[in-house]
């Protein structure tokens, strides 16, 4: 059963950074693209990182791009999104969502955590 | 970018009635669209891809169609657990973003 687990979400303070984790089971991790998607408190789902199942090939939306960095250590079975110069508005629900190729292909989303929730507040 | 409109914004029906649920796109995705259930408190569940493909496990009151465009979703008879966020998404081009989402509750 495929299983992903995110952690690392909780109160920062604006400009503050935080890094977020996912961990894998239940599948062959290594094999797989990852991605992060959120979601802000009432809001809709916002599209905002991938990674190839290397980690060769990263994606990043414009809302985050030179702020959040994604990546992954296929040896821990583990997806991360390093978030920095956090911002009010990235208050969000950030799920883990698997793949179901090994590199960043434009597809639907068969799996993902209960998410993590992260508050960017003074 | 497609960008992907969902249409009503809130859907209000009474269990047992049919719901259909409408999300347009920019331009051509032909069948590459997927639809999701989202209740409160969890994850997004994947309902139907390709337009038209039940995913595992969702029962035949769920339906899609469409293509090119113009996508529909059908609820044929709501059940209590039905009432929840609705989402569509793009696997056409590069990024595979969400539509707005329709909300059907109970009325």
């Known amino acids: 059963e495929v299983q992903l687990v995110e952690s690392g979400g909780g109160l920062v303070q604006p400009g503050g950074s935080l890094r977020l984790s996912c961990s894998a089971s239940?599948?062959?991790?290594?094999?797989?693209?990852m991605h992060w998607v959120r979601q802000a408190p009432g809001k809709g789902l916002e599209y905002i990182s991938a990674i190839s199942y290397n980690g060769g090939s990263t994606y990043h939306a414009d809302s985050v791009k030179g702020r959040f960095t994604i990546s992954r250590d296929n040896s821990k079975n583990t997806l991360y999104l390093q978030m920095n110069s956090l911002r009010a508005e990235d208050t969000a629900v950030f799920y883990c969502?698997?793949?179901?190729?090994?590199?960043?292909?434009?597809?639907?989303?068969?799996?993902w955590g209960q998410g993590t929730l992260v508050t960017v507040s003074s | 970018e497609i960008v992907l409109t969902q249409s009503p914004a809130t859907l209000s029906l009474s269990p047992g009635e049919r719901a259909t649920l409408s999300c347009r796109a920019s331009?051509?995705?032909?069948?590459?669209l997927a639809w999701y259930q989202q209740k409160p408190g969890q994850a997004p569940r994947l309902i139907i891809y390709d337009a038209s493909k039940r995913a595992t496990g969702i029962p035949g009151r769920f339906s899609g169609s469409g293509s090119g465009t113009d996508f529909t979703l059908t609820i044929s008879s709501l059940e209590p657990e039905d009432f929840a966020v609705y989402y569509c998404q793009q696997r056409s081009n590069w990024p595979p973003l969400f539509g707005g989402g329709t909300k059907v509750e109970i009325k």
């Open positions: 331009q051509s995705i032909s069948s590459y």
């Open positions: 969502v698997k793949g179901e190729y090994q590199m960043l292909i434009v597809e639907e989303f068969h799996y």
């Open positions: 239940g599948f062959t991790f290594s094999t797989y693209a």
